[in-house]
């Protein structure tokens, strides 16, 4: 059954002002360019402001200043994208995961698992783990010895926990992320790599978001730790030891190497990369693609790399990139004549 509310409901329910008809009814959510009559859209980002005259939304998320001359109702917000998240929240549509256990799970002897924890077919839980009040653990999940679930977590699918891996509470994963999985930990000795045993686990913190196909390794003696509310994309790696501060964020197929620490209200574009031992400051942005190859002291945004270009073109610059020493020493030389 679709879910209707009016524009003063939502207003009210959210902290919202309304300017327009309070009364016209919502049932969904869409962007200003795909919606129709009985659709929210929002306007956070100005460049979209023209799509507010053709929009076929009856309710528009924004700031006062474009709200009036809006010619549609109006949901007045500081930030509208937050109030649009919080907004199609409503219209999201939730699977009920019904407490117990399913007669595929293969659970240790000593495994506790609340009453209230929903885990689901051909799930593999092992010795001495814990899943807490209200979980989720989906299908052909695997959660190895030494783990602990969380109250409120969500394994939706096919996810790893290997060993030694702790969730706090409202933990989300996507399928196919696997945590506790060996550190990348290698000695060479005569002429020959020796695996490092890794001995730590992975912490990871209240309401953090991992997702699909993301790989966190755990820690050689100390654990991988990511703090509260930290946000990964898919198919993300996050090396042995490292530590994320809370509420930072990392965007696709970033990576962090082993014992790197990322500071908190962090973002990390997609593909970027930091390199090992090195430490991020609180509220530093790396853009895409970048190489983050020393440690951070400053907030601020940062990049690294050089920008598109046609191929013919990046060509003579590559080429022009190996004669700027020469170049650098013959002008060095040239102000040194002058002088």
């Given at each position: ?134 979980a989720v653990i989906g299908p052909g999940c695997v959660i190895g010895d030494d783990c602990v679930v969380g109250a409120g977590c969500e394994l ?184």
């Amino acid at each position: 059954m679709t879910a209707t509310f009016t524009a003063a409901g939502l207003a009210q329910r959210f902290g919202l002002d309304v300017m327009g008809d309070g009364e016209v009814a919502i049932e969904g959510v869409a962007t200003l360019a795909a919606a129709k009559p009985g659709q929210l859209g929002f306007l956070a980002n100005p460049r979209y402001r023209n799509q507010l005259a053709s929009t076929g939304a009856s309710v528009v998320v924004m700031r006062v200043d474009d709200a009036r001359e809006a010619p549609m109702t109006a949901l007045v917000a500081r930030d509208p994208y937050a109030a649009f998240a919080r907004i199609a929240t409503l219209f999201e549509p939730v699977a009920d995961q019904p407490a117990g256990i399913h007669e595929s799970a293969v659970i240790a002897a000593d495994a506790v698992i609340d009453s209230s924890a929903h885990i689901g077919p051909f799930v593999s839980i092992g010795a001495r783990s814990h899943v807490g009040a209200s979980a989720v653990i989906g299908p052909g999940c695997v959660i190895g010895d030494d783990c602990v679930v969380g109250a409120g977590c969500e394994l939706i699918a096919r996810v790893t926990l290997v060993t030694r891996v702790r969730l706090g509470q409202r933990v989300r994963i996507h399928p196919g992320a696997v945590l506790g999985a060996d550190g990348f930990g290698l000695a060479m000795d005569e002429g020959r790599w020796l695996k490092v045993p890794q001995l730590g686990g992975v912490v990871v913190g209240d309401d953090c978001e991992i997702g699909a196909n993301t790989c966190i390794d755990r820690g050689a003696l100390d654990d991988t730790v990511l703090e509260e509310d930290v946000r990964l994309d898919n198919q993300i790696q996050i090396g042995h030891n490292v530590r994320i501060g809370a509420h930072t964020a990392m965007a696709g197929c970033s990576a962090a190497a082993g014992s790197a620490k990322i500071g908190r209200y962090c973002l990390i574009g997609g593909g970027a990369g930091v390199l090992g031992h090195l430490e991020i400051c609180d509220q530093a942005v790396i853009t895409a693609m970048s190489l983050v190859t020393h440690s951070i002291r400053e907030p601020g945004e940062y990049s690294s790399g050089t920008p598109l270009m046609d191929n013919r073109s990046w060509r003579k610059s590559a080429a022009r990139f190996k004669q700027l020493d020469k170049l650098f020493r013959g002008m060095r030389g040239g102000d040194k004549e002058s002088s």
